[in-house]
Nanobody
Framework: QVQLVESGGGLVQAGGSLRLSCAASGSIASINAMGWYRQAPGKQRELVARATSGGSTNYADSVKGRFTISRDNAKNTVYLQMNSLKPEDTAVYYC???????????????WGQGTQVAVSS
């Protein structure tokens, strides 16, 4: 079974920083894209940042210049460095990965349980 485990969330003041981590484990043959999504109360889940296995990245306009996504493919881990945090960044952050399991011919989207990020004003 494949699972994604996030860590690094917490409560910070505006202007502070957090670094989120997400490690994938299990019967993994390959991982294509990995990314971070977030969902604030009363809002739909939105893409924050995404990175392909080849190194291409994309970001939501609201976080460009403040957040950086990176990957350690050897560890099946993706990170999100969040700087200059704003109250509007408050949300539950979810890790996502497109993973093909051993013995499978198709990759599927897997999700972590989420980690809370709260930014006080």
């Amino acid at each position: 079974q494949v699972q994604l485990v996030e860590s690094g969330g917490g409560l910070v003041q505006a202007g502070g920083s957090l670094r989120l981590s997400c490690a994938a484990s299990g019967s993994i043959a390959s991982i294509n894209a990995m990314g971070w999504y977030r969902q604030a109360p009363g809002k739909q889940r939105e893409l924050v940042a995404r990175a392909t296995s080849g190194g291409s990245t994309n970001y939501a306009d609201s976080v460009k210049g403040r957040f950086t996504i990176s990957r350690d493919n050897a560890k099946n881990t993706v990170y999100l460095q969040m700087n200059s945090l704003k109250p509007e960044d408050t949300a539950v952050y979810y890790c996502n990965a497109d993973i093909r399991k051993w013995g499978a011919v198709r990759e599927y989207a897997y999700w972590g349980q989420g980690t809370q990020v709260a930014v006080s004003s």
